[in-house]
């Protein structure tokens, strides 16, 4: 058996490391612009139900931007023997902190919204003085709605977005998938809030309700990936949407070592990087310490996410492996 440890333990390459810091500087922006937003929906709250979750909600999108920050605490930490596999789970913790978080306040949202409804509770939004003119509250609802989603839907969402594959975290893309769809919340409460101005006083329920559901759709979602992780599924992509193709890159690789008859492996995503386990069948009494640092230290170059690789002599594969013929898969 052979093992190493390189990825996070030693430092970023230049391109993470640049990514990392740009990531940084995004999500305190991100902080910062959204305590503004808070701060901005507390003053025209009135008494519209679907204001009032829109602004929970902005509350709520602060959740992954903290838990960001929390787990770079970790990340960097060398394993110890308390701890052989690192902190990088803590990113994943992280994700699974926001997504339980975001889906009970979003179920408990929900509940009273549709309470609001069945109960045909009628929000009233009434008139402020503003500059010596008496003027709608309703009016200052929609240009704060309207103002606010230009940041996450236009600066830091898509900025995010672009970085999270580059660093293979998956906190950071699920943060940015939440920015880059607020444009729906801001849609809904201004929809709801014209509502009540047209006399529909529904519409202001029905928006918050839709924003609750919303928020839901999110923790679901996160909670699932990020369960998914802490119980080693093999390794995706960042998004989730597939098999890492690294795996095909390892198995390209052991395919290319005359004195393997056979090879599998087992890779698993700690958080941001990578513990490989490769299971090899030899011609003969071939594997020798020698080669087995051979193929540590070349798993290490094909990516710099490889941050354990083990590999293990056997008779036979068992059949839970990772196998070559599996290239191309995508599930």
């Not at 929609?142 to 293979?168: N, R, S, T």
């Not at 996410?305 to 839970?320: C, F, M, N, R």
Request: glycine fraction near 8%; hydrophobic fraction near 50%; charged fraction near 20%.
């Amino acid at each position: 058996m052979s093992g190493a440890r390189n990825g996070l333990a030693r430092g970023l390459p230049d391109e993470q490391a640049g990514a990392l810091r740009k990531a940084v500087r995004w999500q305190i922006f991100t902080v910062c612009y959204t305590a503004i937003t808070i701060t901005a929906v507390a003053f025209v709250l009135g008494n519209s139900q679907a204001m009032k979750t829109a602004w929970i909600e902005d509350m709520l999108s602060l959740l992954p931007q903290l838990s960001f920050f929390v787990a770079l605490i970790f990340i960097h930490r060398r394993p110890t023997p308390k701890l052989p596999y690192g902190q990088h789970r803590a990113m994943s913790v992280g994700h699974l902190v926001a997504g339980v978080a975001l889906l009970a306040v979003g179920g408990s949202l929900a509940a009273e919204a549709i309470i609001g409804l069945v109960k045909t509770e009628h929000p009233t939004i009434g008139t402020v003085n503003l500059f010596g003119n008496t003027i709608w509250l309703g009016w200052l609802m929609v240009l704060v709605m309207a103002i606010i989603v230009i940041g996450p839907v236009f600066l830091y969402g898509p900025a995010k977005a672009k970085l999270a594959p580059v660093l293979h975290n998956k906190l950071l893309y699920a943060d940015a998938d939440m920015a880059k769809a607020d444009w729906q919340t801001n849609v809904a409460s201004i929809v709801g809030v014209l509502g009540v101005g047209i006399g529909w006083w529904w519409l202001d329920g029905a928006a918050a309700v839709f924003i609750s559901l919303g928020i839901m759709r999110d923790g679901f979602r996160n909670t699932r990936a990020a369960v998914s992780d802490l119980m080693d599924q093999r390794a995706r992509t960042f998004d989730n949407s597939k098999r890492h193709p690294l795996a095909d890159d390892i198995h390209r690789y052991l395919a290319g070592l005359t004195w393997v008859k056979e090879a599998g492996i087992r890779m698993r995503d700690e958080g941001q990087v990578f513990h490989i386990e490769v299971f090899i069948v030899p011609r003969a009494d071939s594997l020798t310490a020698e080669r087995a640092d051979e193929i540590t230290r070349a798993l290490h170059d094909l990516d710099w996410k490889v941050q354990d690789v083990v590999v293990a002599v056997t008779t036979a594969l068992p059949d839970h492996l990772d196998l070559p013929h599996s290239l191309g898969a995508s599930s």
